[in-house]
């Protein structure tokens, strides 16, 4: 298993070893929303980095997953389909939303690691 990388919208993304890129939410943002009650799983096509991918509804509220980058989605996480509790038992392992091939792998390490994300998180905390 590879080193997680975040994004700003409080994403996780984890390199696999067929080069494909695993993306969930975070615990996090997890607690942010509550209870998620349903999973909107993204088409498997081309996104734009920063183009909605998924939504996430729960009893607070709704949030888009964001595309961390360019790149096809090749994978969705069929397990959420009427159980979208997984991602509030465990939103950093069974409770991924989609896998992704980027068009440029390399830009994966450019994203936060776990010490600039724990920066995020208290700066927002103390905000």
């Known amino acids: 298993m590879s080193e997680l990388r975040f994004t700003e919208d409080h ?11 695993t993306v969930g939410i975070t615990a996090f ?5 509550g209870d998620v009650v349903y999973v909107q799983l993204p088409e498997l096509q081309t996104y734009a980095k920063g ?6 509804e729960s009893v607070k509220a ?3 997953v964001y595309m961390p980058l360019d790149g096809e989605v090749v994978e969705t996480n069929s397990a959420l389909d009427g159980n979208p509790e997984l991602v509030n038992e465990a939103p950093m392992a069974d409770g991924w939303f989609f ?4 068009a440029d792998a390399s830009a994966v390490a450019q994203l936060l690691n776990q010490d600039a994300y724990d920066r995020l998180i208290k700066a927002n905390a103390d905000a």
């Open 29 to 33: 943002a997890q607690d942010a929303l």
């Open 11 to 21: 994403e996780w993304l984890r390199t696999e070893a067929d080069g494909s890129v």
């Open 99 to 102: 896998r992704f091939i980027p």
């Open 62 to 64: 709704a949030s888009g």
């Open 51 to 56: 183009a909605e991918a998924a939504t996430v």
